[in-house]
């Protein structure tokens, strides 16, 4: 009777779960974990990446015994001619489960939009070709023939829709998974690509390189363009990545720094001055400065202590109005000017420079 009245339960808790998950082909990303126990599995197979535990739903672990490929693939009945997707193009197809402009706005595209925000700035899917500073010479714009319709950016420029060759497991700072309706600390890993938009130079980790494998002309020591300084390979063998630099320790007047991850911690945004033990010698990288709009504290008056801003995401997708940052869409989409970590809609402010050079150590 025990075993009899579990299964009862469970298959009315399905039932529940199938019901209101989103149209788009029944799935809500918010609820695909129910995978784990349920035969949801079959499609969004929950495998691990290097094994770091990380999900990466129907985009790997291809076997024989999954039902993955059919996610995204139908065999005899696609409804255009592409590779056989649901959609009519590659943004199109990831749109039927990332696509976040309903009124619960959980995906990348629209989650802004959907709380009501003006999107500022971010990354335009199939509208352009034009890459800012990717001219290498004298870092002005340039015109590269990307994967999408008519040589336009899209999804499958940066990101590997099967997970092959990847850079090292990059998982950020969004937090996506549910189990039993409750967010869980359960990030996931990007897919992003170690040559993206087809670059020639093969990038292992997501930092300043991987950025600039498309915007060229941003890069330090070109000599035509002056950029501000960036830790790359430009200026080192081995440069800070994304998983790996300092962050100033939280707190109050914090003064010394540990290195991890940039995410979850918004101690890597401030540099105090003199730079701590673990800072000196290295530049920002560019996540440093570009990512998610955010609050992250500031240095003090001398510039040799910072009070970091707690980070804090408590609900996914900008429900919540006091997440920090209350956004995790970057690259795809900020509220902020050019994508920077702290500036305006329109423009960005002297805050942001005074992370890391405060007014008392100006020249």
């Known amino acids: 009777m025990g075993v009899r009245f579990l299964r009862t339960c469970l298959l009315l808790i399905a039932t529940a779960i199938l019901a209101f998950a989103s149209p788009a082909f029944a799935f809500d990303e918010t609820t695909s974990t129910a995978g784990d126990w349920a035969t949801c599995m079959e499609c969004h197979y929950p495998g691990a990446m290097g094994n770091t535990g990380t999900r990466w739903g129907p985009h790997g672990g291809y076997a024989t015994t999954t039902n993955a490929c059919k996610t995204c693939h139908t065999l005899h009945d696609a409804p255009s001619g592409f590779k056989l997707l649901p959609g009519e193009t590659i943004h199109a197809t990831c749109m039927t489960c990332h696509d976040g402009t309903a009124t619960i706005g959980e995906g990348v595209y629209g989650a802004i939009s959907g709380r009501g925000l003006a999107v500022a700035s971010g990354h335009r899917i199939e509208t352009t070709s034009a890459v800012p500073g990717g001219n290498a010479a004298d870092g002005g714009s340039a015109t590269i023939s990307f994967a999408g319709p008519g040589g336009k950016l899209t999804c499958s420029d940066c990101h590997s829709p099967h997970g092959n060759d990847c850079v090292n497991p990059f998982l950020g700072e969004r937090q996506r998974a549910y189990r039993w309706g409750i967010m869980t600390l ?49 200026t080192t063998a081995t440069p800070f990545i994304y998983n790996n630099v300092a962050r100033l320790n939280a707190g109050v007047n914090a003064t010394a720094t540990t290195l991890g991850p940039l995410a979850a911690n918004n101690g890597g945004y401030l540099m105090p001055y003199p730079r701590t033990a673990e800072q000196t010698g290295h530049a920002p990288i560019c996540q440093q400065c570009h990512e998610d709009a955010r609050d992250v504290g500031s240095l003090s008056a001398t510039g040799n202590a910072g009070t970091v801003k707690p980070y804090m995401v408590g609900i996914a997708d900008g429900r919540s109005l006091t997440d920090n940052p209350r956004f995790q869409n970057f690259p795809h989409e900020s509220t902020n000017y050019r994508m920077l970590v702290e500036a305006t809609s329109t423009a960005f402010y002297d805050d942001l420079c005074l992370n890391c050079h405060p007014v008392q150590q100006l020249p």
Not at 186 to 202: C, D, H, I, M, V
Not at 205 to 225: F, I, M, N, V
């Open 186 to 234: 359960q990030t996931q890993n990007r897919l992003l690509k170690r040559s993206p938009t087809g670059a020639t130079t093969s990038t292992a980790s997501y930092g300043s390189d991987w950025c600039l494998a498309c915007h060229k002309g941003r890069g330090p020591g070109l000599s035509e363009a002056h950029n501000h300084p960036a830790e790359s390979k430009w």
